[in-house]
């Protein structure tokens, strides 16, 4: 079961939405929002662009977000990266 899904497509304001429908909606502090994303399937290309230093997005303590060593979980996340050095 998807418990969180936040797309960062809102393109403005500090909100993201939980797409999954759980309610986790995430708060989003020192971002900025591009317009230059590569067109997709999705309505809306804008995407939040974090800026490497204190980009951050919260979503607040929820039931369906509660681990324990008992459940298992992934994350993923499409980036998009201005430039890689050092790898």
Do not use: M, R
């Not at 067109?39 to 039931?63: I, K, M, Q, R």
């Amino acid at each position: 079961d998807v418990c969180s899904s936040d797309l960062f497509d809102e393109n403005g304001g500090t909100t993201a939405n939980d797409t999954a429908g759980a309610d986790d909606t995430g708060t989003i502090a020192s971002g900025s929002w591009s317009s230059d994303a590569q067109p997709t399937s999705f309505a809306n290309v804008s995407a939040l662009a974090f800026n490497g230093s204190n980009t951050v997005a919260t979503v607040g303590d929820t039931a369906s977000l509660d681990f324990d060593a008992a459940n298992t979980f992934s994350g993923s996340a499409w980036v998009k990266a201005d430039s890689f050095s050092g790898y």
